[in-house]
């Protein structure tokens, strides 16, 4: 059974830059999509960006568009979010997902029901 686990989150100050990383182990990654959401305190669970498995496409959020960038490297098992000019907005955990078995498409790509593992979260804190 696949497990992912998240690393990088803490504190940030707005307009700083934090680098998240999921890494996945016992079991296959590199055929899946994965991708990221974040859960802020009394909210729920958003799409925050994915990438696809072959041909690597990407879908963000249009309110992390320009400012983060999901990347992939199949050879380490490992899928991260870089996250630039951070606002307090920003603040939540970050959870990353494997996608079930299929494509990565815009009408999918920020379902959290096309995931089906997710790891538990890392806490990104952005003060103004």
């Known amino acids: 059974q696949v497990q992912l686990v998240e690393s990088g989150g803490g504190l940030a100050r707005a307009g700083g830059s934090l680098i998240l990383s999921c890494a996945a182990s016992g079991g296959s990654f590199g055929d899946y999509a994965m991708g990221w959401f974040r859960q802020a305190s009394g909210r729920e669970r958003e799409f925050v960006a994915a990438?696809?498995?072959?041909?690597?496409?990407?879908y963000y959020a249009d309110f992390v568009k320009g400012r983060f960038a999901i990347s992939r490297d199949n050879a380490k098992n490992t899928v991260y979010l870089q996250m630039n000019s951070l606002k307090p907005e920003d603040t939540g955990v970050y959870y990353c997902?494997?996608?079930?078995?299929?494509?990565?498409?815009?009408?999918?790509?920020?379902?959290?029901?096309?995931?089906?593992?997710w790891g538990q979260g890392t806490q990104v804190t952005v003060s103004s």
């Open positions: 990438i696809g498995w072959s041909d690597r496409s990407t």
């Open positions: 997902a494997r996608k079930i078995k299929g494509r990565l498409v815009p009408h999918n790509a920020g379902n959290r029901l096309e995931y089906n593992v």
